[in-house]
């Protein structure tokens, strides 16, 4: 095995080298995203697959609440401000097309989560590790970002709470090969 340092967008690597290149919860948390699917395709041997595993915030709560709203607001408009997309799982089988990949599949799975799992306050979490960017931007003051935190995880915790924070989206695709030459 060999550990190598690259940038996603240009790695350096021969082209048409892998039968699998695969990228999990990275393209949404990137600007320039379509860059990466198109060094993905390259690196793909033709008849090989590229796959890619993302999300896709959603924020759904019910019964509503206003702090669980807040926070996906906040949370989505931090990363727009880095250029990514928060929604971005939605887009996977569009940029394998534009990448010139073929035979594009997709599956979308979202869980609802109940009170007690960790996977319930995920964005209460992400926000709480964003705090020190979002406080920076001028998005929400710190006295506003403890109570959104406190005020979101209490509603939250209630079992009573339906909460749908991400759906994950699966695509996958393949390298078409070469046409024969006559």
């Known amino acids: ?12 690597l021969p082209g048409a080298t892998f039968d699998l290149v695969h990228a999990r919860l990275l393209l949404v948390n990137i600007n320039r995203p379509a860059e990466v ?16 595993l993302e999300a896709d915030i959603l924020g759904l709560c019910f019964p509503p ?5 807040r926070v996906t607001e906040l949370l989505m408009t931090s990363y727009q401000h880095d250029g990514a997309d928060p929604q971005f799982g939605r ?39 964003m705090r020190p960017k979002i406080a920076a931007r001028g998005l929400a003051t710190e006295p506003e970002l403890d109570a959104l935190d406190a ?32």
Do not use: C, S
């Open 151 to 182: 005020a979101a995880r209490r509603h939250l915790a209630n079992p009573d709470t339906l909460a749908v924070p991400v759906a994950y989206f699966l695509a996958w695709a393949r390298k078409p090969r070469p046409e024969p030459q006559l």
């Open 65 to 69: 609440d206003p702090a669980v709203d």
């Open 91 to 129: 887009r996977l089988p569009h940029l394998f097309r534009l990448a010139g990949l073929a035979d594009i599949g997709v599956e979308a799975r979202t869980d609802v989560y109940p009170a007690g799992h960790p996977q319930r306050t995920v964005l209460a979490d992400l926000l709480r590790a």
């Open 1 to 12: 095995m060999q550990i190598l340092q690259a940038g996603a967008r240009r790695t350096g």
């Open 37 to 52: 699917v198109t060094e993905m395709a390259r690196l793909a041997k033709p008849g090989g697959w590229v796959a890619a």
